[in-house]
Antibody, heavy 115, light 107 residues
Framework: ELQLVESGGGLVKPGGSLRLSCAAS????????MNWVRQAPGKGLEWVSS????????YYADSVKGRFTISRDNAQNSLYLQMNSLRAEDTALYFC????????WGQGTMVTVSS | DIQMTQSPSSLSASVGDRVTITCRAS??????LNWYQQKPGKAPKLLIY???SLQSGVPSRFSGSGSGTDFTLTISSLQPEDFATYYC?????????FGQGTRVEIK
């Protein structure tokens, strides 16, 4: 079964760090660009970061550049998002998503930044 | 960065109505335009890709059109399960920006 399962979300204080993980199964993970997309409570979708299948290309939204780092481990079929210097406006449901036309999404993991 | 603007932000419609949602890109994106449906508490679902191609398993009452900067999603006869929020997304540039969403509500 095609599946993406995120983990690692939680409550963190402003300025803190968190590392999200996404476990992929049911497809050739190493063949796809992977992405993180987030959705603040009651708001729309925001594309956060993308990483190409062989790590050649990495992109970030301006809102997270310099604070977030995307990475992947193709041997472990896993995608990661290291989030540092977290701000209240980073509070959102973070989705792992496959490819630039997203036909496969995870269920999301919630990140809450609050003191 | 490419900006995507949807209209309207919300609409009220009845079962059986024909519904049209528009999406405009801040620059030409050829036909690199996709449409998603999202229901509360769920991940988005791909409906249309490459402006007009229907994703497998999506009912034929959904259709898409357009190219360049102007695009349209049409639901030919609204069904109860179609009440949701719809997003356009460009896949022309590296970060695939989304429109702000259109909420379709029951009239």
């Amino acid at each position: 079964e095609l599946q993406l399962v995120e983990s690692g979300g939680g409550l963190v204080k402003p300025g803190g760090s968190l590392r999200l993980s996404c476990a992929a199964s049911g497809f050739s993970f190493n063949s796809y660009t992977m992405n993180w997309v987030r959705q603040a409570p009651g708001k729309g979708l925001e594309w956060v970061s993308s990483i190409s299948s062989t790590n050649d290309y990495i992109y970030y939204a301006d809102s997270v550049k310099g604070r977030f780092t995307i990475s992947r481990d193709n041997a472990q079929n896993s995608l990661y998002l290291q989030m540092n210097s977290l701000r209240a406006e980073d509070t959102a449901l973070y989705f792992c998503a496959r490819d630039t036309v997203i036909s496969l999404w995870g269920q999301g993991t919630m990140v809450t930044v609050s003191s | 960065d490419i900006q995507m603007t949807q209209s309207p932000s919300s609409l009220s419609a009845s079962v059986g109505d024909r519904v049209t949602i528009t999406c405009r890109a801040s620059q030409s994106i050829s036909r690199y335009l996709n449409w998603y449906q999202q229901k509360p508490g769920k991940a988005p679902k791909l409906l249309i890709y490459a402006a007009s191609s229907l994703q497998s398993g999506v009912p034929s009452r959904f259709s898409g059109s357009g190219s360049g900067t102007d695009f349209t999603l049409t639901i030919s006869s609204l069904q109860p399960e179609d009440f949701a929020t719809y997003y356009c997304q460009q896949s022309y540039s590296t970060l695939g920006t989304f429109g702000q969403g259109t909420r379709v509500e029951i009239k």
